[in-house]
Every structure is written in structure tokens, then in C-alpha cells.
């Protein structure tokens, strides 16, 4: 027979969002789920272990702000973490707030539909068990569906497949001939990493891509102390900032000051390193004026020409497009093309034919052998997250059909016909640093099934969006009223609407990406971000809980 659980919420997803979802839900007193189909909590960072693996985000902000303890005393010892690091500071915390007795691992939702009468999602498991759920919040991760090219002849090579985010440790790089497709963050990443011991690198690029230096390295343990005495100050700047990755974000027009001043700022931000900082520091402008972001792209295609010595490779790797996709920065990549072992193939002018038996074939016949083909090729963002799964709504809508003409989320967190339901990282979240945006959504969330809960019809949250846990306690037996909560879906087209505005005018639209799931053959282009940043995001979610939630209807059963 199967064994039906009845839960006050279910948390799919045991990674950044899933595990505060889970602390924040356990405080606020409810019967909590928290299901993963990997074998340990970590989400991307679980299943991400290629090589080089390492946050784009300072050390100091990869965290939760909201545990001021562990802000001061957990250690850290360079300015990025890697992965073996996150995965371990993601342990810590589930242990230190005794969360593991609310996950179970293995366990990967299947389908999720809603029942109108008893007002609960009906979710059924790959283990066989089927959860009824008052609350279903899904953490399915921004970036957690693996893309392969479609190569012909993909199935017929006869060395070692590997993905970066599907990463197989047992296979030895030391000393194999390896060919890698994609140069994003993790390609770049990657590549980085494994230079030094390989005995052959190819990289296959066809839109070589801009990168800074991260400015990596380990910390002095008076930059640590003086963090600590900052952090409050550092976190009010993190939420009143665009991007929130902590560095100062200026509004200073780039065709103002004069080339010699330009010239200063870029090396200045270069010099400190980090993708977002080259992006947003040195000028206010990059993203929206082309002829700004044009002199960004000659920096850095001046750097290129400075760094690689062999003037072939520098043609190749120089990106001749807009500096318009997510910030890339690295610890020495452009560095590795000087190594005798380390080729570029520009494939945009000499394409893939086939994957053959032995390596990578070109159209011009040009045959590269290897022992190793890793892809690097990202993900299908947001969208691929879900395809795996049936979420059936009202009246037998399914998540897929809703999304059918592009993908949309009121806020990134709420989707109209799916009551009680709320995404974290959503589409169409801020365009901002990932753990900051992580929190300020769930934070949302966690406002909205207060407002569900409130069996006093007058009743607000508190306008600050932080949710403090106070709730009643149902521990998972039904509600005399069961509460339910519904975004009205022109309040989500008014959303989707919004976000595609404020995109009109960047420089983004000048560059196929992921950003706008154009990295997918087969999905229509669509807006994934809210371009208005962190601090907007938060203004405007201050503004909905103060009125009341004016975009949900909030209903008890009697």
C-alpha cells in the first residue's frame, strides 16, 4: 500500500535555496519535507565537481547573512571558495541548525498536481511515496540541467565523455590528449585547472567570450578581521547595491572621461579583479551604451594581445562581439595559451563536422584526435530544471503549458493557476549576485504563506520582508480552514511585461546567452532576469507586503 505523508510543506531541492527554505519553514513551526534526488545537500554545488570548480562571488558573501555567529567565526582562506568548500560550508550549516532530520536524500519528485478539495499538492516520489503537501515551494536550481551539444556522431567516440556538471573523478587527466567544447565560467574554469597536467588541450570555441582576473588568493588574517568588524556594514551595502557582489557600483558615464582616464579606471578594476566589478565599477554605463562598452572590449582585447604571446592564439581567443554576457574572471586563462601544450580551434570558422571514433572531426577534414572529450556547455537555465518533472495545477494545467509562449513567475516566485506553490530562483529573478537574490526570494516566500496563514483578514507582514517565523503551528495535521494563496496571472503578465521593458536598451539583447535561453536550440528567446537589480527588487517587494499582497487572492475553506 502506498504511504501517503502529510507535510505542512515540501522543499524540493537541498541546495542554497532549499536549505534556507527548510531553516526558515522548520522556525516558523510547520511539518517540513525536504526531498533531493542527489545523495547529500549541496545542489549545484553537489553535482559540480569538475576541476577549478570555484564561486565567481567573494568569500566573504558566499554565505548566509542571516546567521551573524557563523559570519564572524567560520573560517575561510582565500578571496573565492571552491567547491570542496561550499559543499562543506553547506554541510555545516544544515548540521549547526539541526536541518538533516527534515531532508531526505535519493529521493527525486516525479509529479506534483493540485487537489482543489483537500487544497494540498499531491506529490509523488521516485522512492514510492507520495507526499500531500499544504505548501510546495520548489528550489530546483537556476543552473541544474546539464546541455550536450547535438554533435553528430557523439555516440561513437570511443575515449571518455565527460560534463562539468556531471563530473567523473575516476577518469585521469595526466598526461591524455583532452579536447574541451564551451569556454563560459565553467569552460574557462576547467581549463584553468587542468592545463598544467594534460598532455594535449584543445578548446573548441566558437564565440570566445571576455574574462578578467578574479583576484584570487589566499587572505591575510588582517583582511579577515577587518571583514568581520565590517559585515554589517558590508551586508547594508550588499542590499541598497545593484549586482551585490560588494564592490562599489558607479554611475560615472564612460565617454565622459577622457581615454587616458579610461584607461586608469579599467586597469584599476583589472587589477582588483572579479567580473562584476569590471562590469559595474569602473563605469555605469557598459551595459546600456555601446560605444562604452566598446571601449571595455578594447581593454580587454588589448590584455589578450599583452598576455598571449603567440599572436594566432590572441586572434582567436579576442572576442569580436559585445562585452554583453554574464561577467566572466578567472585565475590565469588566458596565461595557459602561452604553454606548448594548450591549442584554441576557432570553430566559427572551421566547424565541428562530427564527433568520430578517435576525436573531433572539422568540415575541412581536419581530424583532432584525443583520449578525453569533456563539454563545459552549461545548462538548460531554469526551464530544463523543470522539464523533468509533471506539476499539474488547475484544472489540469500543467507547468510546461503555462510556460509554452516563455517563461514567467510573478517575482520569480509565483506562478498564476499553481496555488501554494512558489519557485526560488525562479524566472525572471534580479540579474544580482545568486546568494543574496536566494535569500531576498525566499524571504518573499516565506512573507506570503505568512499573509496565507494569517486567519485575520487585516493582517501584514512586516514591510521589511524578513518573516521572524511567526506562524501558527500546525505540525502537519490539516487546517479547519486550509489556507490557500494565488497569484492572478495579470499580475504575472504584468511582471513578465516589466522585466521585458527594463532589458530594452542593454547591451544584452546585442548577445545570444543563456540569459535569454537562447543557448538551447528549440526555446523561444525570453527574458530570465529582472534587469532593474538587487535593491530594485527589494524596494518593489517592501512596496507588496506593505499593501497587503494586492497581486494574490488569499482564501480559507470553511
Not at 595526466?174 to 592545463?195: H, L, W
Not at 509533471?390 to 498564476?416: E, N
Request: contains cysteine.
Amino acid at each position: 500500500m502506498t504511504q501517503i505523508i502529510q507535510v505542512d510543506a515540501l522543499v524540493v531541492g537541498a541546495g542554497v535555496g532549499g536549505i534556507y527554505a527548510t531553516y526558515c519553514l522548520t522556525n516558523m513551526h510547520m511539518k517540513v519535507q525536504t526531498i533531493d534526488v542527489a545523495s547529500d545537500v549541496g545542489g549545484t554545488w553537489y553535482w559540480n565537481r569538475y576541476p577549478g570548480a570555484m564561486s565567481d562571488t567573494e568569500s566573504y558573501l558566499y554565505r548566509y547573512s542571516w546567521d551573524k555567529d557563523d559570519l564572524q567565526t567560520y573560517p575561510w582562506t582565500h578571496h573565492y571558495v571552491y567547491q570542496p568548500e561550499i559543499l562543506k560550508y553547506l554541510q555545516h550549516i544544515v548540521k549547526k541548525h539541526d536541518l538533516r532530520k527534515h531532508m531526505k536524500f535519493n529521493c527525486e519528485m516525479k509529479s506534483a498536481t493540485w487537489d482543489d478539495i483537500s487544497h494540498r499538492w499531491h506529490v509523488i516520489c521516485s522512492t514510492g511515496e507520495v507526499y500531500h503537501a499544504r505548501y510546495l515551494v520548489n528550489s530546483l536550481g537556476l543552473l541544474s540541467k546539464a546541455n550536450y551539444p547535438d554533435i553528430p556522431g557523439l555516440s561513437n567516440f570511443q575515449g571518455s565523455l565527460l560534463h562539468t556538471a556531471k563530473w567523473d573523478d575516476t577518469v585521469q587527466l595526466e598526461g591524455k590528449r583532452v579536447g574541451i567544447i564551451g569556454n563560459g565560467s565553467t569552460g574557462v574554469q576547467v581549463m584553468t585547472a587542468i592545463a598544467p597536467k594534460v598532455g594535449h588541450l584543445a578548446s573548441f570555441q566558437r564565440h570566445p567570450q571576455y574574462s578578467v582576473p578574479s583576484g584570487q588568493g589566499p587572505i591575510a588574517a588582517d583582511y579577515r578581521k577587518k571583514v568581520n568588524e565590517d559585515y554589517d556594514k558590508i551586508w547594508d551595502n550588499v542590499w541598497s547595491s545593484t549586482v551585490g557582489f560588494g564592490a562599489p557600483e558607479s554611475t560615472r558615464k564612460t565617454m565622459e572621461a577622457s581615454p587616458k582616464e579610461r584607461r586608469e579606471a579599467f586597469e584599476e578594476v583589472w587589477s582588483k579583479g572579479n567580473g562584476f566589478r569590471f562590469m559595474f565599477s569602473a563605469f555605469g554605463d557598459l551595459t546600456t551604451d555601446e560605444a562604452a562598452n566598446e571601449e571595455a572590449c578594447s581593454f580587454i582585447r588589448g590584455k589578450i594581445d599583452e598576455i598571449v604571446k603567440d599572436p594566432a592564439k590572441a586572434s582567436v581567443l579576442k572576442p569580436k562581439e559585445l562585452y554583453a554576457r554574464r561577467p566572466l574572471c578567472d585565475s590565469g586563462y588566458y596565461e595557459i595559451f602561452n604553454r606548448d601544450n594548450i591549442d584554441v580551434v576557432d570553430i566559427q570558422a572551421n566547424p565541428i563536422k562530427q564527433i568520430t571514433e578517435t576525436g573531433i572531426e572539422l568540415v575541412d577534414g581536419k581530424l583532432h584526435d584525443m583520449d578525453v572529450l569533456i563539454f563545459a556547455t552549461g545548462f538548460d537555465a531554469i526551464e530544463g530544471s523543470y522539464s523533468r518533472v509533471c506539476i499539474t495545477g488547475r484544472d489540469g494545467k500543467t507547468l510546461k503549458d503555462h510556460w509554452r509562449d516563455g517563461l514567467k513567475a510573478y517575482g520569480s516566485i509565483a506562478c498564476s493557476g499553481f496555488p501554494n506553490m512558489f519557485l526560488i530562483a525562479g524566472p525572471q529573478g534580479p540579474f544580482a549576485n545568486f546568494p543574496p537574490v536566494i535569500e531576498s526570494e525566499t524571504n518573499f516566500i516565506m512573507s506570503l504563506i505568512e499573509h496565507a496563514e494569517a486567519l485575520d483578514s487585516g493582517w501584514k507582514a512586516s514591510p521589511n520582508s524578513i518573516t521572524n517565523g511567526k506562524t501558527n503551528n500546525t505540525n502537519g495535521t490539516s487546517r479547519t480552514r486550509p489556507a490557500t494563496i494565488e497569484v492572478s496571472q495579470e499580475a504575472e503578465q504584468d511582471w513578465a511585461d516589466l522585466c521585458d521593458s527594463l532589458v530594452q536598451g542593454s547591451v544584452f539583447l546585442k548577445s545570444s546567452s543563456w540569459i535569454f535561453s537562447q543557448n538551447i536550440p528549440g526555446h523561444k528567446p525570453n527574458t530570465n532576469f529582472y534587469f532593474a537589480g538587487l535593491r530594485s527588487y527589494l524596494e518593489w517587494v517592501r512596496k507588496q507586503i506593505s499593501a497587503g499582497f494586492p497581486a494574490f487572492a488569499r482564501s480559507w475553506d470553511a
